[in-house]
């Protein structure tokens, strides 16, 4: 067995009952070894053991009461992977899927992320397996500062920064905020995704889609291609789908396909902006289904399977593939037959949206592919925009922050071409997996064995 192999094998038997954190190790060992083995002191730091080992691991009770006065228990975790290049960083995510595993692969995977932002931000994930569908705003407030109560502990402008992810947007935000206020007794940057009125930043909500088809578009320009025309298929219509969407429409794509966890629509003329108005209003004002888009538009097609299965059932031809939604949510034979319907071009807006198996088919078949750390790092990389921000006192301008992550987006587009090109493929996931990791050992080693 190779030295890589037997890495791998150790971090395996470690963390047996964590797949998405194995996946997530093995695909980024994969890309790093040569770099790691061809230096002696890397190999001497034993910088990659250091790495797979989260500096701090918080699990919490979280004790609140729902409207009938019945008590519930939910579990909260904070993962603190890596402080080397700055303050811990990363999402919350409330969903009933979540514990130790899930949140460890993406605190890993926001370690490189953060680090291709080009801006000081160490990686961390946190969140509980509370479900927010079906609650009342009361009991997710309740749930919020019952959360936040034990949170404030561990965390802190200058220590650990949280934002939003799956479930956890403006309004968990907001309450968050509030009640870390309360206890501490200070108006400060501690969380990002603020109210626009109260330290948020401008183009925050609108950055993880916004950049990454920002992204997208320096992906395609380098194959002397554009976004007019392309027919593109988004998965999920949270926050990421729905302002990816937003972008692609306005840059002349036309976007035929959403789903949620239930359901996918096809809207073969594609969305405009009145409808996908509408996706908005039904998903973050009633916090309902996509399939009530067929109420007002009865000329669409809904289906109750994902983006991926229902393109390969109906033969549906895309250009482009920005999966939105959720880990490992396109697989192998779902990505053959994206190829085989014409898609030159996936790019991933959710963490990991993608099976192995789906990552080595798009290599192989050199279709472009933009993995999550370099494609959708426009969210926390505004997170970070966010947080300068705070510490200036002063709030930027839309245009101001939207040029700023322009700029980070082609940023991060060179790291990966520098260090991803072979043979006039550009290898993306290569090249953005080396480009983070050597940022993150190089501070690690400057910070001595701690
Ligand atoms: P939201 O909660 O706003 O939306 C998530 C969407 O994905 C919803 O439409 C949801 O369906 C759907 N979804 C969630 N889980 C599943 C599932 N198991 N199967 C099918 N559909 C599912 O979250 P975000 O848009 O913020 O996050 C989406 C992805 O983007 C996640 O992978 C997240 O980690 C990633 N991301 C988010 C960033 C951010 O700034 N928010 C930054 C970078 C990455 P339903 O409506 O039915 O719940
Ligand atoms: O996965 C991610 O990058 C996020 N959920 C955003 C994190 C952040 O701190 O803005």
Redesign the pocket.
Known sequence: MSEKEKFIKAVEEKNADQPEFIQCVREIVESVWDVYESSDKFKKARVLDLLVEPERVIIFKVAWQDDAGDVCVNRGYRVQFNSAIGPF???L?FHPSVKLGLLKF?AF??IF?NSLTTLP?GGA?GGSDFDPKGKSDNEVMRFCHAFMGELYRHIGPNTD?????IGVGAREIGYMFGKYKKIKNEFTGVL??KGATWGGSLI?PEA?GYGLVYFVQDMLELVGKDLKDKTVAISGAGNVAQYAAEKVIQLGGKVIMLCDSHSTVIDEIGLDSDKLGHVMHIKNVKRGRIKEYSDKYPSVCVIGKNVWEVIKEKNIKVDVALPCATQNELDGENTKALIKNGCFCVAAGA?MPLTSEAVALLRKNKILYGP?KAA??G??A??GLEMTQNSLRFNWTREEVDGKLKEIMKSIHRQCVQYGSEDGYVDYVKGANIAGFLKVANAMIEQGVC
């Open positions: 960083k990363g999402g995510r993406l995977e926001q992320k931000m994930k920064v949280p934002a939003g992810d990002t995704g925050r993880t963490n999550g959708n790092a969210g926390v505004t997170s």
